[in-house]
């Protein structure tokens, strides 16, 4: 028998960034149970800084209206103690967007103390069961440095999302062998959530097949693919002239959704701790093919046999994360 809603207690998710393109998109998937089960009630923590709080009020007389079953409260603030209380998740959207002028180090020194800010937050004010996923850019790194700024929380519930990439790959190689997206399955996305990403095809599967037995076309593979699904999101800003927000608040609600369900067969991409998993250095959030057990704990698939071709394009990419890192955490005074 269904459990009734008000038997289950409310999950309480924080989301930052709540009032931009993201949020608009995300909210009101997880209030509908899409992200939490449709029998799971969910209160939001909707977090913005000042100068987003009107729209941020209009997004919440948004969700008052849909009337939503399932959702119990809303909370709209600037204040981080707030925000964060009693959350079971946090969903870090929100940050600082590059500028004309801007140089890497530039965007990572100024989200790094955003970040240094609502890791200590989280550290005091939320759950210690906490699970933190981190969108906004650098998504990686940022997390690392959230992470490192909570030192109560366990390491291994602090997350980076590359799942947008690993969908946007799936989708690539489907087009490409006309088949269902559905069809496609085991294409881990490796390393920074930037154009440095590696979608390994070595291991996709379409149907049953390996996927370079069904497009054995290697040069597009190699030179078509891997590049287009890495600058991905620069085309959708230049099709559509803003970022992509619907995809990747869909790849928030199947992050979370997978991070909570069993696994059975199959894995996908998410940025977690390197334990030195696969020659990767360990200490950096960079993402790796992870799979759920059926009480819910993560683990990095083992196993996996990476191509020489891969392993060069993965310590490129974990190079570029070690590099974000020494930036980043030099300009902070955080230590490795
Ligand atoms: P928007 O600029 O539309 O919205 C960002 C919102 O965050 C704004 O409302 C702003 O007021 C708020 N904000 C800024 N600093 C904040 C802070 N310190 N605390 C709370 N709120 C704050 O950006 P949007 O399109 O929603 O994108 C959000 C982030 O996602 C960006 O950093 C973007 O680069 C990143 N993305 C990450 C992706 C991934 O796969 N990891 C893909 C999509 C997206 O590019």
Redesign the pocket.
Known sequence: MATSLSKKTAIRVAV??A?????YALLFRIASGQMFGSDQPVALNL???E??MDALKGVAMELDDCAFPLLTEIVQTSDLAVGFKDVDWALL?????RKKGMERADLLGINGK?FVGQGKAINDHAKKSVRVVV???P?NTNCLIAMKSAPDIPDNQFFA??R??ENRAKSQLALKAGVPVKDVSELCVWGN?SPSMFPDFFNAKIGRQKATDVITDDKWLKETFVPDVGTR?AAIIAARGA???AS?AN?VVDTVRDLITPSFGGYHSVCVISNGEYGTPAGIITSMPIKVDAVGNWRVVEGIKLSEYAKEKIAASNQELLDEREMAFGQLGLSI
Not at 19 to 23: F, H, L, P
Not at 93 to 97: I, L, M
């Open positions: 930052t960034g009032a931009g393109n993201i949020g977090i913005e800084i100068p987003g959207v929100g940050s600082v967007p955003v969108v906004g850019n998504c999302m590359t947008l990439d959530h999101g970022s992509s927000a990747a790849a």
